[in-house]
Every structure is written in structure tokens, then in C-alpha cells.
């Protein structure tokens, strides 16, 4: 799925929208992640931030072998990063973690994203991968994926009452400005 994205977005024009609505909504959400991505306290090496990566994709290799989680490659040449996280490592990374939080019950594996502000916070990262890839239970749970929250039971409503928002026997927004004028 990530290979189709990414060649979609090779075949656009630098700058064009994406052609496909849902992709457009789903490259603005992924842009609004790692915008949140922190600086860090000092440059994160680009060989702890490969660490890092390779235990992110590990792990989801391991749920899900036909999906990678970070297809990241440092630039040639260069040892250290002081800017934010590339957004291929953070926000995979972020997704992960909120998806996990959903699941309950394996708050000792969540990290906060933005706790990533250093190499050392990368190494601890790249641990509770390996950790959590350890985890029958949370794989497990992965693999299910979220339960849905079953549907509520509303009382039955006529369709004037469903298009005015009401509840049945509730007065209508005029009667409730009457009784609060007398």
C-alpha cells in the first residue's frame, strides 16, 4: 500500500494536490502529524534514527509482513540531524502508539511522540520494539485490530424529529425561547 502511495505521488507534479480526495485527506493528516514531530535537545545521529527504524519495521514486519512501517535512508555522507524527526520514521512511529493506546491494556509499551528528542530516547524506542514484538497478547491484538464500540440504541425518533434534532416530547427551539421569556 505504501509502494501505490508513493508511486502515485511520484507520477504528480511537485506542489499538484493529490488526484484522489482520500488521498489528499490522508497526505494533510500525515503532514499535520509531523508537524508535531520536537526538536531535539541536541542533533540526533542519523545511525540512532536507522536503529530506530529498522526496530519500528520489525516490529510491524511482524504483525503485518506486507506493510512497512518507516522507508527511510539517511542522505549520503552525513552523521547528524538537527531538525525534527523525517516524517517517514515519526509519524509511523506516532501512529503506532496511538493505536496501540486504543487498544488498552498495554500502557507499559506507549511512548509519547514527543518524548523523542534524543538518541537516547530513539535507543529506548528502538527497545520497546523489540519488546513489544516479544508481546504474544499485543501481537495478538494487533492483528485483530480494534474492536468496534457497538452501536448505541437510540429511542426511536420520527424523521421531523431526526431533521430538527430532537428528542421526542422535547419542545422545539421557539417554545423553549417562550418559557425562558416568561
Same mark, same amino acid.
Given at each position: 500500500?505504501?509502494? +501505490?502511495?508513493?508511486?502515485?505521488? +511520484?507520477? /504528480?507534479?511537485?506542489?499538484?494536490?493529490?488526484?484522489?480526495?482520500?488521498? %489528499? +485527506?490522508?497526505? #494533510? /493528516?500525515?503532514?499535520?502529524?509531523?508537524?508535531?514531530? @520536537?526538536? @531535539? +535537545?541536541?542533533?540526533?545521529?542519523?545511525?540512532?534514527? &536507522?536503529?530506530?527504524?529498522?526496530?519500528?519495521?520489525?516490529?510491524?514486519?511482524?504483525? &503485518?509482513?506486507?506493510?512497512?512501517? $518507516?522507508?527511510?535512508?539517511?542522505?549520503?555522507?552525513?552523521?547528524? !540531524? =538537527?531538525?525534527? !524527526?523525517?516524517?517517514?520514521?515519526?509519524?509511523?512511529?506516532?501512529?503506532?502508539?496511538?493505536?496501540?493506546?486504543?487498544?488498552? *491494556?498495554? &500502557?507499559?509499551?506507549?511512548?509519547?511522540?514527543?518524548?523523542?528528542?534524543? &538518541?537516547? %530516547?530513539?535507543?529506548? *524506542?528502538?527497545?520497546?520494539?523489540?519488546?513489544?514484538?516479544? =508481546?504474544?497478547?499485543?501481537?495478538?491484538?494487533?492483528? $485483530?485490530?480494534?474492536? %468496534?464500540?457497538?452501536?448505541?440504541?437510540? @429511542? #426511536?425518533?420520527?424523521?421531523?424529529?431526526?431533521?430538527?434534532?430532537?428528542?421526542?416530547?422535547?419542545?422545539? @427551539?421557539? =417554545?423553549?425561547?417562550?418559557?425562558?421569556?416568561?
Amino acid at each position: 500500500m505504501q509502494e +501505490e502511495m508513493n508511486e502515485q505521488q +511520484e507520477m /504528480q507534479p511537485e506542489g499538484a494536490p493529490p488526484a484522489d480526495p482520500m488521498m %489528499a +485527506e490522508q497526505q #494533510a /493528516q500525515i503532514e499535520q502529524i509531523a508537524a508535531t514531530a @520536537p526538536m @531535539p +535537545e541536541k542533533p540526533y545521529t542519523y545511525k540512532a534514527i &536507522d536503529k530506530f527504524a529498522d526496530a519500528m519495521n520489525a516490529f510491524v514486519g511482524g504483525i &503485518d509482513p506486507n506493510m512497512a512501517a $518507516a522507508e527511510y535512508n539517511p542522505p549520503e555522507g552525513e552523521k547528524k !540531524l =538537527d531538525a525534527p !524527526l523525517p516524517a517517514e520514521v515519526y509519524v509511523p512511529f506516532a501512529v503506532i502508539m496511538g493505536f496501540i493506546s486504543q487498544l488498552g *491494556g498495554f &500502557d507499559k509499551y506507549i511512548m509519547r511522540p514527543e518524548d523523542l528528542v534524543s &538518541d537516547t %530516547a530513539l535507543s529506548k *524506542g528502538a527497545a520497546n520494539f523489540k519488546r513489544m514484538g516479544k =508481546d504474544k497478547k499485543l501481537n495478538e491484538a494487533l492483528k $485483530a485490530g480494534p474492536e %468496534a464500540p457497538p452501536a448505541e440504541q437510540d @429511542p #426511536a425518533m420520527s424523521d421531523a424529529e431526526m431533521e430538527a434534532g430532537r428528542m421526542p416530547g422535547s419542545p422545539s @427551539p421557539e =417554545d423553549e425561547e417562550i418559557m425562558n421569556m416568561m
